[in-house]
């Protein structure tokens, strides 16, 4: 049983540009979430996404936004990258059916570097 | 706002110790707790969730425990091992907010040969 799977691993962009992160949520889960972890820090809420809709977004600039597809997946997109968005980039996915209290599962995520 | 810290921020023990980290919130209206593991520059890795109407989860040599009205929770390491060195971290998912965790900042451990 596959785990959550975040795309790419690694990856460098410079100020301005655009990156796209991709997440495949553990089987069975139908529920993703995205977080920002800075180095040294504990993750931060971006947002959540359920049946292909933004349901709840934390403290992030409209230069974060989101997709969710009909098979679950989703993408982060960070618009004109700021050298402050070098980040390790998490999603976590749940089942709705668990409940707001269900637990999360946390992909290794895409680290980040803006220079 | 809900608000976690964990204290110590950091700890070194010798092998085979028993050990204890804390995790404190302020809003005790919270759906419940979970006690994660993340090793350097990887995800994380899920140890145990305290539902808010639970006082403990135990798995292996790990208890956690929950006073939710007193805003604390411990995360009990018993025996520990090198391979136990990593950062711990605590989140809890506040009612009202269900759909967020709330971290806190980690206790890193190192467990010394």
């Known amino acids: 049983d596959a785990g959550v799977t975040q795309s790419p691993t690694h990856l460098i962009k410079t100020r301005g540009q655009q990156v796209t992160l991709r997440c495949s949520p553990k089987s069975g889960h139908d529920t993703v979430s995205w977080y920002q972890q800075a180095l040294g820090q504990g993750p931060q809420f971006i947002f959540q996404?359920?049946?292909?809709?933004?349901?709840q977004r934390g403290n992030f600039p409209d230069r974060f936004s989101g997709h969710q597809f009909p098979n679950y997946s989703s993408e982060l997109n960070v618009n004109a990258l700021l050298l402050g968005d070098s980040a390790l980039y998490l999603c976590a996915s749940s089942a709705l059916t668990g409940g707001l209290t269900g637990e999360l599962f946390f992909g290794e995520g895409s680290r980040l570097t803006v220079l | 706002k809900q608000e976690v810290t964990q204290i110590p921020a950091a700890l070194s023990v010798p092998e085979g110790e028993n050990l204890v980290l804390n995790c404190s919130f302020t809003?005790?209206?919270?759906?419940?707790l979970q006690w994660f593991r993340q090793d350097p520059g990887k995800g994380l890795t899920s140890l145990l969730l305290?539902?808010?109407?639970?006082r403990e989860q135990t798995s292996g040599r790990l208890n956690a425990s929950l006073d939710k009205s007193s805003g604390r929770s411990t995360l009990y390491i018993a025996a520990s091992q090198p391979g136990d060195s990593a950062t711990y971290l605590c989140a809890v998912k506040r009612a009202g907010s269900a759909r967020q965790l709330t971290f806190g900042s980690g206790t890193q451990l190192t467990v010394l040969p």
């Open positions: 809003d005790s209206a919270i759906y419940n």
């Open positions: 996404y359920y049946e292909e809709e933004e349901r």
């Open positions: 305290i539902q808010s109407s639970q």
